[in-house]
């Protein structure tokens, strides 16, 4: 029988609801097959705990007196956006400081903001009739502040490459640091605890969807930038799904440093991790089955990141089971592999959110409005400038 989210939210209300982690569920199918599992479970609950250098936080300072616009802004001598209104900025994840260089960034700003760290805030202004003042520093904790929230262009990415290297030389990467001739391969999801490849075709997760971010409850804004659909088919009833996205926003000040982490990556920079978790409601045999999948059917694709192009060479297709096993085979060897995800994070953040769905704290958000079936990746085209 197919279930609404309607109906769903009513059995959390009334604490009637049956939760289960993705991997509770997988084990239920395995027991019970799909059909069973799918009357006996209402929700899943899935989990990431990733970097994600696509993040970054909305920030309102309020006025100081005299008032000043800001168009030039430090926190803790990271540069943060001043072309926004006189006291709004943005922070991005990756953004260096000027005075540590790799070991610190905004990620670090954002995440000792969340843990009531001071902040020293410089601003810089040209000056006007309405806003006279023309410099001013001083020192800000999350709670100074009106809004803090992470606007987050591009997370939760579906599917994304494993990284090798066939070079010589070690290369430092956003995937780890890469070890001459095929020395490692490193990879970046929870695999069959990962959001968009338990709903792959996004039948539940749209703008709108109430997610967990971070610790607070958040939502989906909006489709991730570089968001596109691929299907491709590895053999009979085994399909690789990757390039959906998705753009996500949460309250900072809700949120915990446990779920909350920023990285320094050796000789290339700072990033954020971030963790999410998403409910999806089990509305019928169709859905049960894609929440079915396992790590051996989910496969991404080994790319040599020594190739300085867009497109990389591709040297073969994975199983994220053969990845989690620590070693695959490449060019007839055995090369040791390692997540850049926390399968432990992954796993606690799906528990809390079925633990909150459990105590009627979290209701599922059917979405407002469906994210695009068809989306054309654009590269960036060179053209003459004269």
Same mark, same amino acid.
């Given at each position: 029988?197919?279930?609404?989210?309607?109906?769903?939210?009513?059995?959390?209300?009334?604490?009637?609801?049956?939760?289960?982690?993705?991997?509770?569920?997988?084990?239920?199918?395995?027991?019970?097959?799909?059909?069973?599992?799918?009357?006996?479970?209402?929700?899943?609950?899935?989990?990431?705990?990733?970097?994600?250098?696509?993040?970054?936080?909305?920030?309102?300072?309020?006025?100081?007196?005299?008032?000043?616009?800001?168009?030039?802004?430090?926190?803790?001598?990271?540069?943060?956006?001043?072309?926004?209104?006189?006291?709004?900025?943005?922070?991005?994840?990756?953004?260096?400081?000027?005075?540590?260089?790799?070991?610190?960034?905004?990620?670090?700003?954002?995440?000792?903001?969340?843990?009531?760290?001071?902040?020293?805030?410089?601003?810089?202004?040209?000056?006007?009739?309405?806003?006279?003042?023309?410099?001013?520093?001083?020192?800000?904790?999350?709670?100074?502040?009106?809004?803090?929230?992470?606007?987050?262009?591009?997370?939760?990415?579906?599917?994304?490459?494993?990284?090798?290297?066939?070079?010589?030389?070690?290369?430092?990467?956003?995937?780890?640091?890469?070890?001459?001739?095929?020395?490692?391969?490193?990879?970046?999801? #929870?695999?069959?605890?990962?959001?968009?490849?338990?709903?792959? =075709? %996004? /039948? !539940?997760?749209? &703008?709108?969807?109430?997610?967990?971010?971070?610790?607070?409850?958040?939502?989906?804004?909006?489709?991730?930038?570089?968001?596109?659909?691929?299907?491709?088919?590895?053999?009979?009833?085994?399909?690789?799904?990757?390039?959906?996205?998705?753009?996500?926003?949460?309250?900072?000040?809700?949120?915990?440093?446990?779920?909350?982490?920023?990285?320094?990556?050796?000789?290339?920079?700072?990033?954020?991790?971030?963790?999410?978790?998403?409910?999806?409601?089990?509305?019928?045999?169709?859905?049960?089955?894609?929440?079915?999948?396992?790590?051996?059917?989910?496969?991404?694709?080994?790319?040599?990141?020594?190739?300085?192009?867009? #497109?990389?060479?591709?040297?073969?297709?994975?199983?994220?089971? =053969? %990845? /989690? !096993?620590?070693? &695959?085979?490449?060019?007839?060897?055995?090369?040791?592999?390692?997540?850049?995800?926390?399968?432990?994070?992954?796993?606690?953040?799906?528990?809390?959110?079925?633990?909150?769905?459990?105590?009627?704290?979290?209701?599922?958000?059917?979405?407002?409005?469906?994210?695009?079936?068809?989306?054309?990746?654009?590269?960036?085209?060179?053209?003459?400038?004269?």
């Amino acid at each position: 029988m197919a279930k609404t989210f309607d109906e769903i939210n009513e059995k959390i209300k009334d604490g009637k609801v049956v939760v289960l982690t993705a991997e509770e569920f997988k084990d239920l199918v395995e027991e019970k097959g799909v059909a069973q599992a799918a009357k006996e479970v209402d929700v899943v609950t899935t989990g990431t705990f990733s970097p994600m250098c696509s993040s970054g936080a909305f920030i309102n300072f309020g006025h100081s007196d005299p008032p000043i616009r800001m168009n030039r802004i430090w926190l803790n001598d990271v540069p943060a956006y001043g072309g926004l209104a006189a006291v709004d900025t943005y922070i991005g994840a990756t953004e260096l400081s000027e005075t540590q260089g790799f070991e610190y960034g905004g990620a670090h700003v954002i995440q000792d903001l969340i843990d009531g760290k001071k902040i020293k805030l410089r601003a810089e202004s040209y000056g006007t009739d309405c806003y006279p003042r023309k410099e001013i520093t001083t020192y800000i904790t999350l709670d100074d502040l009106n809004q803090a929230y992470l606007f987050n262009p591009r997370n939760a990415y579906q599917n994304y490459n494993a990284a090798t290297n066939s070079s010589d030389r070690i290369l430092y990467t956003y995937m780890g640091t890469l070890l001459p001739q095929y020395g490692n391969v490193t990879y970046c999801t #929870s695999g069959e605890l990962s959001p968009l490849l338990n709903d792959p =075709e %996004l /039948r !539940s997760i749209g &703008i709108g969807t109430r997610i967990f971010i971070g610790g607070a409850q958040g939502y989906v804004a909006w489709e991730g930038t570089q968001f596109v659909r691929n299907k491709e088919v590895i053999r009979d009833g085994v399909i690789q799904y990757s390039g959906a996205t998705l753009a996500v926003v949460g309250d900072m000040k809700q949120m915990s440093s446990r779920f909350i982490r920023a990285a320094s990556y050796e000789k290339y920079g700072t990033t954020l991790f971030v963790g999410i978790g998403i409910p999806i409601p089990v509305l019928d045999e169709d859905m049960a089955k894609f929440l079915a999948v396992r790590n051996r059917d989910i496969y991404t694709q080994v790319v040599d990141y020594s190739v300085p192009s867009r #497109s990389r060479p591709v040297l073969r297709k994975v199983s994220y089971e =053969e %990845l /989690r !096993s620590g070693t &695959i085979e490449l060019n007839g060897k055995k090369v040791p592999t390692a997540p850049l995800s926390s399968l432990r994070k992954a796993r606690e953040i799906a528990q809390v959110l079925k633990e909150m769905i459990l105590k009627g704290e979290f209701l599922l958000q059917e979405p407002i409005q469906k994210l695009p079936e068809d989306r054309r990746f654009n590269p960036l085209k060179e053209r003459e400038v004269k």
